[in-house]
């Protein structure tokens, strides 16, 4: 009895101890999202006080064409996406030999993804450059004499993006599947020799099939990712050509940092909330059907 009046005497201390990060994430999360829920429903400059104005920024989003346009242009970034899958899968298959050097090697590939974003951004911008550019003098070398303007360009400043997140991002995907890779049993594999499977077989039918949990969590964080494309942009194009590289979140940064609409862009930033949340609930419940197609 004594023990246990002693420890309901102790109650607080665990919540002493989760006090301060309690704090923090009130102070730097949830009353922030408060206040952006808030202001979606008003009109500030910043410089006045806030006018309530109801669901005025939602209807005028409704009918606002960049808002439309550059959520075109959010969603084409994403096309990346299974072309960033297949590259990683395809540097796990590689890396997952036990030979000298491999570790090596796996350094090499990962080294983009703990690389500061926007020192690859400006080193990328400068491989892209129209004049100077390592990537146009290649091209040149090789007999192309009027290459493309990469970044410049209407045709090729969204490619030129996805190229280079590709590259930067590769790396990290590639440790999930090598991991996936070296949990597959040996007996899968040997079981499907015995049956007379080929390479492409064994992949196809053993492989891809055990990757499925790597395949959602890939999926779904690179959609989010996705979604909230900006350094890239802000430092290799600043939303141009005539906003053919603007994504939703620098349309947000602009809304709010450059032109003062502060109430117009929490509401279009909770409109790409709600985006977000539907297409990750949406893959969460393929996922879960995928599953159970898999294992039964």
Not at 77 to 99: C, E, T, Y
Not at 160 to 169: D, H, K, P
Not at 188 to 217: C, Q, R
Not at 232 to 257: E, H
Request: hydrophobic share 55%.
């Amino acid at each position: 009895m004594k023990e246990a009046s002693q420890k309901s005497s102790r109650w607080w201390v665990p919540w002493f101890f989760l006090l301060p990060s309690f704090a923090g994430f009130c102070t730097f999360m949830l009353l922030p999202i408060g206040a952006s829920l808030c202001m979606a429903f008003c009109n500030w400059d910043i410089l006045s006080p806030p006018r309530f104005i109801g669901f005025q920024n939602f209807v005028t989003l409704l009918h606002d064409r960049d808002f439309w346009s550059y959520l075109g242009n959010t969603l084409y970034f994403m096309l990346g996406i299974p072309i960033q899958m297949a590259v990683s899968l395809f540097l796990a298959i590689l890396v997952d030999r036990k030979i000298r050097g491999i570790v090596f090697f796996r350094t090499i590939f990962f080294l983009p993804v703990v690389s500061s974003l926007i020192a690859v951004a400006m080193v990328w911008r400068w491989i892209y450059h129209p004049e100077f550019g390592v990537l146009n003098e290649l091209l040149r070398w090789v007999g192309v004499s009027h290459p493309p303007r990469w970044l410049g360009s209407l045709d090729w400043g969204k490619p030129s993006i996805i190229i280079m997140e590709v590259w930067r991002v590769a790396g990290y995907d590639m440790l999930l599947y090598l991991a996936a890779l070296q949990a597959i049993p040996q007996e899968l594999y040997e079981a499907a020799e015995i049956d007379g499977a080929n390479a492409w077989e064994k992949f196809w039918h053993v492989t891809w099939p055990m990757l499925s949990f790597v395949n959602f969590f890939v999926l779904v964080t690179r959609m989010i990712g996705g979604f909230q494309i900006f350094g890239q942009i802000f430092v290799m194009t600043q939303g141009g050509p005539a906003g053919s590289t603007t994504s939703l979140v620098y349309y947000i940064y602009r809304n709010a940092f450059e032109w003062f609409r502060m109430g117009y862009a929490s509401a279009i930033a909770w409109v790409l909330f709600l985006l977000m949340l539907g297409v990750t609930l949406l893959q969460w419940k393929l996922g879960q059907k995928r599953q159970k197609e898999t294992y039964g």
